[in-house]
């Protein structure tokens, strides 16, 4: 299993925008698929965005197009999750994980979430009205 970081988050203001960087240290992450998630205090842990391990596939939970891109910079060996115009409701934990990749990135990320020992560290988005 791939022990990934998030990081990034921190206490911004509504509109705000946040890039959050997901990192393994001594992995290749081009070898895996990536997903991100999200749990916001209360709630399930939701799924945000995944991207396929040569970014040239992605696929965002329907509520989360528009703001939140997600992408790859396999030379860097880091992945990002991008939200722009931030929301008091963004406020949550983000998450990342990786899973080896495969022919169908939904179904991957479909893995992910249901493995939650998958996801490592998460980084705390606190967004201010």
């Known amino acids: 299993q791939v022990q990934v970081v998030a990081s990034g988050g921190g206490l911004v203001q509504a509109g705000d925008s946040l890039r959050l960087s997901c990192e393994a240290s001594?992995?290749?992450?081009?070898?895996?698929?990536m997903g991100w998630a999200r749990q916001a205090p209360g709630k399930e842990r939701e799924f945000v965005a995944g991207?396929?391990?040569?970014?040239?596939?992605?696929y965002y939970k329907e509520s989360m197009k528009g703001r939140f891109t997600i992408s790859r910079d396999n030379a860097k060996n880091t992945v990002y999750l991008e939200i722009n115009t931030l929301r008091p409701e963004d406020t949550a934990v983000y998450y990342c994980?990786?899973?080896?990749?495969?022919?169908?990135?939904?179904?991957?990320?479909?893995?992910?979430?249901?493995?939650?020992?998958?996801w490592g560290q998460g980084t705390q988005v606190t967004v201010s009205s």
């Open positions: 994980a990786a899973t080896q990749k495969s022919l169908n990135l939904v179904a991957s990320m479909w893995g992910l979430m249901k493995n939650f020992r998958a």
């Open positions: 001594g992995r290749t992450l081009s070898n895996y698929d």
């Open positions: 991207i396929s391990w040569s970014g040239t596939n992605t």
